[in-house]
C-alpha cells in the first residue's frame, strides 16, 4: 500500500523521538541515531531541514542538540511532511500524463487522495504520537517530559 518515503518517515520519527525523550536538556543526535538505528549524517540532514523550518531548535555546545521550536500539540505531522515534500519537489516534480485520461481522470484522483490524507495528517499533533507511545508502555529516557523550553 501507500507509504510515506523513508525520509518522510524518518523526520517525524525523529522529532516524536525528541518530543518523547526530551527532557530540560537538549536530545543529542547520537541519541536520535542509535534509537532510530541510523547513520548520524543521515540524521542530521533531515534535523537542519527541519530547523530551518522552525520544527526544531538547534542547541550548540557540549551539552547541545536539539530540542522542539513549539509545544509538541503544536506541531502537526502534516507539517513535517510538507517540510521534506517541499525539499523533494525542488528536484523537479512527476512529469505530467501526456494522455487525456491521465490528465481528467488520474490526476485528479491522486491529487483527491493527497488532499485527504494531509488532513488527516494535520489533525495528528506530535503530543498525539506521545501519548499513544506512552499508552503502549514504552520507556523514555528522560525522567521528566518537558513539552516546550524557552
Known amino acids: 500500500m501507500l507509504k510515506p518515503p523513508k525520509k518522510m518517515a524518518l523526520a517525524v520519527e525523529a522529532v516524536v523521538?525528541?518530543?518523547f525523550h526530551g527532557a530540560a536538556n537538549p536530545v543529542q543526535s547520537q541519541d536520535i541515531a542509535r534509537?532510530?538505528?541510523?547513520?548520524?549524517?543521515?540524521?542530521?540532514q533531515?534535523?537542519?531541514q527541519l530547523v530551518r523550518a522552525g520544527i526544531l531548535r538547534g542547541v550548540r555546545g557540549?551539552?547541545?542538540?536539539?530540542?522542539?521550536?513549539?509545544?509538541?500539540?503544536r506541531i502537526?505531522?502534516?507539517e513535517i511532511l510538507r517540510v521534506l515534500a517541499g525539499q523533494e519537489e525542488e528536484g523537479g516534480a512527476?512529469?505530467?500524463?501526456?494522455?487525456?485520461?491521465?490528465r481528467e481522470v488520474m490526476a485528479p484522483?491522486?491529487?483527491?487522495i493527497?488532499?485527504?490524507?494531509m488532513h488527516r495528517l494535520d489533525a495528528i499533533t506530535i503530543e498525539d504520537l506521545c501519548v499513544e507511545a506512552e499508552r503502549k508502555g514504552l520507556e523514555s529516557e528522560s525522567r521528566a517530559h518537558v513539552d516546550f523550553v524557552i
Do not use: F, H, K
Open 46 to 48: 533531515v534535523m537542519q
Open 76 to 78: 502537526t505531522v502534516g
Open 17 to 19: 523521538d525528541i518530543a
Open 35 to 44: 534509537r532510530l538505528g541510523l547513520p548520524r549524517r543521515y540524521l542530521e
Open 94 to 102: 512527476p512529469p505530467a500524463s501526456g494522455s487525456a485520461l491521465g
Open 114 to 117: 493527497e488532499s485527504e490524507a
Open 62 to 73: 557540549p551539552r547541545g542538540g536539539y530540542r522542539l521550536a513549539r509545544e509538541r500539540r
Open 109 to 112: 484522483l491522486w491529487q483527491s
